[in-house]
């Protein structure tokens, strides 16, 4: 049983940076791939991040690399997203999620993750 929540969301000029936290609860977040999506207005909720459950891979949809990053920390039952050269279309809800024993890019799919934070939203101004 996890549960997860999502932190960080706001406001920011482009060219701005946002960092989003997730805090999670449970026994098992260590064997769990952690990933990040996002829903624009009028859009499907799309894959953004992922971190595989041993830490050793991650994964960024094409926009992103380069300029968001994901990290996690086991210890304090946590995943991050640090946004840089934020852009308006980077304006969405963001989610976080987790799928257990994800380790490969097409584990982290929408439809296919195990749990679901409720979401906190970016604004992106021009």
């Known amino acids: 049983q996890v549960q997860l929540v999502e932190s960080g969301g706001g406001l920011v000029q482009a060219g701005g940076s946002l960092r989003l936290s997730c805090t999670a609860s449970?026994?098992?977040?260590?064997?769990?791939?952690m990933g990040w999506f996002r829903q624009g207005p009028g859009k499907e909720r799309d894959f953004v991040a992922g971190i595989s459950w041993s830490g050793d891979n991650t994964y960024y949809e094409d926009s992103v690399k380069g300029r968001f990053t994901i990290s996690r920390d086991n210890a304090k039952l946590s995943a991050s997203l640090l946004m840089n050269g934020l852009k308006p279309e980077d304006s969405a809800v963001y989610y976080c999620a987790s799928r257990a024993y994800a380790l490969a890019r097409e584990s982290f799919r929408s439809d296919a993750m195990d749990h679901w934070g409720k979401g906190t939203l970016v604004t992106v101004s021009s």
């Open positions: 449970g026994r098992t977040f260590d064997k769990y791939g």
